[in-house]
């Protein structure tokens, strides 16, 4: 299996808040190149050096930078694809451009070539009791008895290769009804709320931080035979913008579906309530199981009644109910 190494710009300030992101990912290996730091430690142990490499000295000059390894497959994809959300989400949040721009490279493979060519690695595939995620240069070689779901998720989060993603639709399965309103918070390829209306939904709002994200939703739609008159999508700031917050609650949902990250669905604990009806449904994922006490703790004296805790590989996806009397 081949390897890549994608690289993030950031600076001295960005470290921090860059490599919580990736832990909330399950990313643990992390490699920091930040001349600051280099320096410093120079500096206080000038005693110990007699020369130092020119080359080395040179690489920890410039921009500071994140480096993580991830695998060249599929699941590779899905990761980077969730790293890019990730990004984009904390790129949001820093107003004052503090931890730099946020960018990524790719190494050992050009990007515009990674683009393409992982897609030999993503093949059809059954999920939970009734989907199959097909992608769209793929051909279906027989009737499987699923529904199918046809996707092109282009640079956005969501193959349905990754747990979280699983996690959710296995749960969606279980709540859809032909009367359900759905709303898919952090959206990426629109996988979600997509495979909601084609489990039967009668209609699903769909939201993402990066407007390309928002698209490439509105393009896998349309691939589906997806209406836009039961398909609505928002590109925006779900925590801060009020206008957007504004749009989203003039109607309640029967269920609220957010695969993000921990600290997100932490967040939300303060706007989600908003959204959903009494006794309506809020399914949550993207959370690494070292966070999962965190999100319970938040959630635990909240309006929603907890109903499930499940988990796959390192993932916790967490069920929760809004009391009827709220």
Known sequence: MGWMQVTIYTTTEGIEPVSGR??????NGIEIEDESDFQSFLEENRRSWDYVDEDL????????KVKIYLSANASGNEMLQSVRASLQQLKAMDVSGSFGRLEISLE???????????????KPLAVGEKILVLPEWETLPADTGRTVFTVNPGMSFGTGSH?????????LEQYITNETCLLDLGCGSGILSIIALLLG?????????????????CQNAARNGIS????????GNVLEDAALIEKISSQKYDIVVANIVADVI????????????????????????????DVLECYQNSCFNILKIRKKGDWVSVVMQKKNDL
């Not at 990736?22 to 990313?27: D, F, H, V």
């Not at 515009?112 to 690695?121: C, G, I, L, V």
């Open 201 to 217: 939904a009668r209609d699903a709002t769909a939201v993402d931080i990066d407007p390309n994200a928002v698209e490439i939703a």
């Open 266 to 293: 932490i967040a939300l604990s303060k706007i989600v309530p908003s959204f959903i009806k009494p006794g309506g449904i809020y399914i949550t994922s993207g959370i690494i199981t070292d966070r999962k006490d």
């Open 57 to 64: 000295t040179r690489r920890m000059s410039g921009e500071t």
């Open 22 to 27: 990736l832990y909330q990912l399950g990313i």
């Open 228 to 235: 836009d008159n039961i398909y609505h999508t928002f590109s």
């Open 108 to 122: 050992n493979m050009k990007e515009e070539d990674w683009e393409n060519n992982w897609k030999q690695y993503f």
């Open 163 to 171: 747990q979280t993603t699983q996690l959710c639709i296995e749960e």
